[in-house]
């Protein structure tokens, strides 16, 4: 018997990231380790890591999205209050 997770339309994960966050810090930490081998800049390895923790999902929702939920709660998002007597 085999069980299938939300009937096969959930994305594939690996971790706490989907497949194509893990292809894309995979060459990005490659690119960045020869950065540093051969120029010794270190930009493309902090790039990557910053990447790869924004890309963090918890129930299908990444750390980068909290980010701009909050920033559009409490900077661009008009808030609108209203006081009333009864």
Do not use: C, H
């Amino acid at each position: 018997m085999y069980i299938y997770p939300d009937n096969l339309s959930a994305k594939a994960m690996l971790f706490l990231w989907e497949l194509r966050d893990i292809a894309f810090l995979g060459i990005g930490a490659l690119i960045s380790v020869f950065a540093l081998a051969r120029l010794g800049v270190l930009f493309p390895l902090v790039a990557t890591v910053v990447y790869g923790f924004l890309t963090i999902r918890f129930d299908n929702t990444s750390i980068l999205d909290y980010i701009r939920y909050a920033g559009a709660f409490f900077i661009t998002k008009r808030q609108i209050y209203e006081w009333r007597m009864q």
